[in-house]
């Protein structure tokens, strides 16, 4: 009886956290990040005690819930850094995380909101947009890629992919996909291309280090 008592307490405690953890993916994935602790608690059916023991910071709790999303996020820009064709690379990189994105609108603000919320997801964030920022330098020089692109042009197609949350779930991954390749067509090189000056404290993909 006393070691079953322990290990019945483990099981639960495991069962409450991973109850939290899907909660919050969902409310996140349904909603962003504009859901209160106690909402999550509520959706896990757990106390908001057991909540705050399990993740006693809203920080540790995105992290949590955006592990997974994190590492195919990150998974997609190595595959595309590894095609030897920079501009595939890009495109590639472009195209999935606009479809991934589509299914989770909270895991967009919180990358979109990184430095508030979370230094996991910023760091992450700073990693990514490195790595995207050498694969356009490459697509730049190949001539493939607009040589007016900045980094912020990339946030800024992911801002946008937002509002694909807003489809319905059945028809969300073909208008990602469509929202994807009309993107692609802004981003080709053209002559005939003419955008405002970057703002002064964006950077080009060519000069940003």
Request: charged fraction near 30%.
């Amino acid at each position: 009886m006393s070691t079953d008592l322990p290990r019945k307490l483990r099981v639960d405690a495991q069962e409450n956290r991973d109850r939290v953890v899907t909660a919050a993916r969902e409310l996140f994935a349904e909603r962003g990040l504009d859901v209160g602790m106690r909402e999550v608690a509520r959706r896990a059916e757990v106390g908001p005690a057991t909540l705050y023991r399990r993740f006693p910071t809203r920080r540790a709790l995105i992290d949590e819930a955006f592990a997974v999303q994190l590492r195919m996020c990150r998974q997609i820009v190595d595959d595309g850094a590894a095609d030897a064709d920079p501009w595939d690379g890009f495109v590639a990189i472009l195209q999935r995380l606009i479809v991934l994105n589509a299914e989770n609108r909270g895991f967009v603000d919180a990358f979109m909101a990184a430095e508030r919320q979370s230094t996991v997801t910023a760091e992450h964030r700073r990693s990514l947009l490195s790595k995207i920022m050498r694969i356009a330098r490459r697509a730049q020089s190949q001539g493939r890629l607009r040589q007016d692109f900045v980094i912020d042009d990339f946030v800024l197609v992911l801002l946008a992919g937002r509002a694909v949350t807003t489809a319905d779930a059945a028809d969300r991954v073909a208008v990602a996909q469509r929202f994807a390749t009309l993107t692609v067509d802004a981003f080709r090189a053209s002559p005939e291309q003419h955008c405002p000056p970057a703002a002064p404290g964006q950077q080009r993909a060519g000069t940003a280090r």
